[in-house]
């Protein structure tokens, strides 16, 4: 069945770029466009954008644009999120997730990243 | 963007209860509109599509209804198995947006 695997988590000071990945499995990679969603501690859920592994077409909450680049490698079915300049407050823990029977349903999730950015 | 109102923020009900969570969206999103149930540590998972339809699998104590700007999530009858936090989500309009959460305690 389909499953997404994410990347461990990650320490990274202020200002520096994070890279997290999602590699996907059980089903074909460009039939479902995957989104990212971001959790800060004790906080609710954030959409951060999705891109789709068919074309490479993507789509930022304006919030991250310029700060947030989403690739697909279509070699190891996998999608990347890079973050750049950091701050603490993105501190979160980071989800790769697909819909893949209801439109922008979520009903796949990756188990989460958690990305902590301190001094 | 379109923005959704939950609430209440958090709730505290006992086993057998009968639960209900609104959430109420800044412009008619029809039935544009997922809930989610977190559990602590884990990644949501998804309980009711297009506003009103179950999940496979979820039982059956779960319920959802509501269109245009109004939605709401029931627990029929609270099981202690379903302390978690809840979100709504809209995807009528891009960026999705969820609701703020509403945390599930048993009294």
């Known amino acids: 069945q389909a499953q997404l695997v994410q990347s461990g988590g990650e320490l990274k000071k202020p200002g520096a770029s994070v890279k997290v990945s999602c590699k996907a499995s059980?089903?074909?990679?460009?039939?479902?466009?995957i989104s990212w969603v971001r959790q800060a501690p004790g906080q609710g859920l954030e959409w951060m954008g999705w891109i789709s592994p068919y074309n490479g077409d993507t789509d930022y909450v304006q919030k991250f644009q310029g700060r947030v680049t989403m690739t697909t490698d279509s070699s190891t079915n996998t999608v990347n999120m890079e973050l750049r300049t950091l701050k603490s407050d993105d501190t979160a823990v980071y989800y790769c997730?697909?819909?893949?029977?209801?439109?922008?349903?979520?009903?796949?999730w990756g188990q989460g990243t958690m990305v902590t950015v301190s001094s | 963007d379109i923005q959704m109102i939950q609430s209440p923020s958090s709730l505290s009900a006992s086993v057998g209860d009968r639960v209900t969570i609104t959430c109420q969206a800044s412009q008619d999103i029809s039935d544009s509109l997922h809930w989610y149930q977190q559990k602590p540590g884990k990644a949501p998972k998804l309980l009711i599509h297009?506003?009103?339809n179950l999940e496979t699998g979820v039982p059956s104590r779960f319920s959802g209804s509501g269109s245009g700007t109004d939605f709401s999530f029931t627990i029929s009858s609270l099981q202690a198995e379903d302390i978690a936090t809840y979100y709504c989500?809209?995807?009528?309009?891009?960026?999705?947006?969820f609701g703020q959460g509403t945390r599930l305690e048993i009294k």
């Open positions: 997730a697909i819909p893949s029977r209801r439109h922008w349903a979520f009903d796949i």
């Open positions: 989500q809209q995807y009528d309009n891009l960026p999705i947006t």
């Open positions: 297009d506003a009103s």
């Open positions: 059980g089903y074909t990679f460009t039939d479902y466009g």
